[in-house]
């Protein structure tokens, strides 16, 4: 009985003590939060402007006032640039078996946000109803266009696009039931062997608004091909579709490398082919999403043995490509367009092959990928590398900056 009473009193007096911190705890959050609701909103919103995107979604769950603070357009306004905000990844782990279909919750693979303050944090998806197969993960200034395409005989297929935001888990689904079907071209020449669709996402800081090009490649039984190119301006105004003249040359892949305002891709010279072609004679492609024209970039004046892909290193356009001198020695190096001239700013003699650099730190180190198996984390002044994790196959790291930008907003 003795031994009962002391075991109540123990736990009252626990319990009571638990009350009193969560009292207290209650206490000092309302003290601190109607301070800060009694400070100007000029204040305040100074206040926010320095925390980091991550820590910004912590404050908005506060109460409402934090919730209608954070979501001030001002607010919203200043954390809408990627320089503003620290890199991080974006993981896509996909099913072994690429014949899977994509279904609830919208991909049977899995996608997960790495950063420096939150560490490894799966992504919550957006859900769709009908099938899809999983298509480019493209990521611009806080949002990532997450792309997919119904599995069918017909070689025309039709793709659906999704605005999303990883932080804070908003989408929204581009034109229900998905992007306009390619049209055939208008020269009756045959029947349609292969249709190649390449896309391209990128954020014009001037108009505020989100662009997404598409470039279709047709191919017929004759042997000619056809390029056609539109492009969807996301804004206030909804989604516009606009039909822009065709580029000179076409892609071999989806890009968000974006400086400028210009979306960029690494395309093949069609002119160099068969026993002359070299991939050193490769040219990158811009599109400005201003002017929505289709420019060619001046690559580097050296020789390589290969331009591998282009990125964005420190707000710069960079180039990547080998140099190899003897048949034992090889480099890699990179290059970046700095006041319209491009500088050889790495070289790197560890014998790696097909770098692709992802970001740059603040510490001067570049988080980069190797024949899309590994991550590393490169460091210019020993010319040395950290590992930091194994890829394979199934496994695709792409660059995100976080945001709070919201696609409804748009």
């Known amino acids: ?19 009193k911190a969560e009292g207290k705890k209650q206490k000092q959050s309302a003290s601190w939060t109607s301070s800060i609701k009694h400070l100007p909103s000029d204040i305040s919103l100074d206040i926010l402007k320095r925390l980091p995107s991550t820590s910004l979604f912590s404050v908005k769950s506060v109460c409402q006032d934090f919730y209608r603070l954070t979501s001030h357009p001002e607010l919203i306004l200043h954390h809408h640039h990627l320089h503003k905000n620290p890199y991080g990844l974006i993981i896509r782990i996909s099913p072994a078996s690429t014949a899977s279909y994509i279904n609830e919750p919208y991909y049977t693979n899995q996608l997960y946000l790495v950063d420096s303050r939150r560490g490894l944090a799966e992504i919550i998806q957006p859900k769709m109803k009908k099938k899809y197969n999983p298509g480019p993960m493209l990521s611009c200034n806080g949002l990532v266009c997450l792309l997919c395409y119904k599995k069918k005989l017909s070689p025309l297929r039709q793709y659906r696009a999704c605005l999303f935001n990883p932080l804070t888990g908003e989408h929204k689904f581009l034109l229900e039931p998905g992007l306009p079907r390619v049209r055939e071209s208008s020269h009756k020449i045959g ?43 996301l804004g206030k105004n909804g989604c516009q579709i606009s039909e822009i003249d ?50 060619q970039i001046p690559k580097p004046n050296c020789e390589v043995c290969e331009f591998y ?3 964005v290193l420190g707000g710069c356009l960079a180039i990547t490509g080998g140099f190899r001198e003897t048949c034992r020695t090889h480099e890699v190096h990179i290059w970046l ?9 790495f070289v790197i003699s560890q014998g ?41 196959l199934s496994i695709v790291a792409i660059c995100h900056a976080c945001s709070l930008v919201s696609p409804f907003g748009l």
């Open 337 to 345: 367009l700095k006041e319209y001239s491009w500088t050889r700013e």
């Open 309 to 311: 892909n282009i990125s």
């Open 246 to 295: 065709a580029p000179f040359v076409c892609p071999d892949q989806s890009s968000d490398v974006v400086v400028g305002g210009a979306i960029h891709w690494l395309c093949e010279d069609e002119n160099s082919t068969g026993r002359c072609y070299s991939k050193s004679r490769n040219i990158i492609l811009s599109f400005d999403s201003l002017e929505e024209k289709f420019h």
């Open 1 to 19: 009985m003795a031994i009962r009473i002391m075991r109540w009193r123990w736990h009252w007096h626990w319990r009571s003590r638990k009350r």
């Open 191 to 233: 029947t349609i062997v292969t249709s190649d669709q390449y896309f391209g996402f990128g954020f014009n800081a001037m108009t505020r608004e989100y662009k997404l090009v598409r470039i279709v490649k047709l191919s017929y039984e004759d042997g000619r091909t056809y390029l056609q190119a539109e492009v969807f301006t």
């Open 352 to 392: 790696f092959m097909r770098l692709y650099p992802l970001f740059l730190l603040s510490s001067g180190e570049i988080v980069m990928s190797c024949d899309s198996k590994a991550l590393f984390c490169y460091h210019p002044e020993g010319d040395c590398f950290n590992k930091s994790a194994e890829l394979d």
